[in-house]
């Protein structure tokens, strides 16, 4: 069955940065757009950032200019480089794998922004 497991989530201090890495097995990963999306206590899981088979990337309008999304389709790798990181950053972050009606979820990781 599809695989993806994230890492990199963490403790940092506001205006940290942190890279989160997702890895995908089972999969043929380069013809999915991957994404990584947050879910914060108490609120809905939003889109964090995506990026198509195509290289095309998306981001919430929070995270521009501060949150970096890329994929490595040789090693079926989607990292997101996180910089400037703020309190409301706080959250378990979830890689997804996207195709037409089917949708692939890690089990996510907590990423913790505080002094």
């Known amino acids: 069955q599809v695989q993806l497991v994230e890492s990199g989530g963490g403790l940092v201090q506001p205006g940290g940065s942190l890279r989160l890495s997702c890895a995908a097995s089972?999969?043929?990963?380069?013809?999915?757009?991957m994404g990584w999306y947050r879910q914060a206590p108490g609120k809905q899981r939003e889109l964090v950032a995506a990026i198509a088979s195509g290289g095309g990337t998306n981001y919430a309008d929070s995270v521009k200019g501060r949150f970096t999304i890329s994929r490595d389709n040789a090693k079926n790798t989607v990292l997101l480089q996180m910089n400037s990181l703020k309190p409301e950053d706080t959250a378990v972050y979830y890689c997804?794998?996207?195709?037409?009606?089917?949708?692939?979820w890690g089990q996510g990781t907590q990423v913790t922004v505080s002094s």
């Open positions: 997804n794998a996207h195709r037409a009606t089917i949708d692939f």
């Open positions: 089972r999969i043929i990963f380069s013809i999915y757009t």
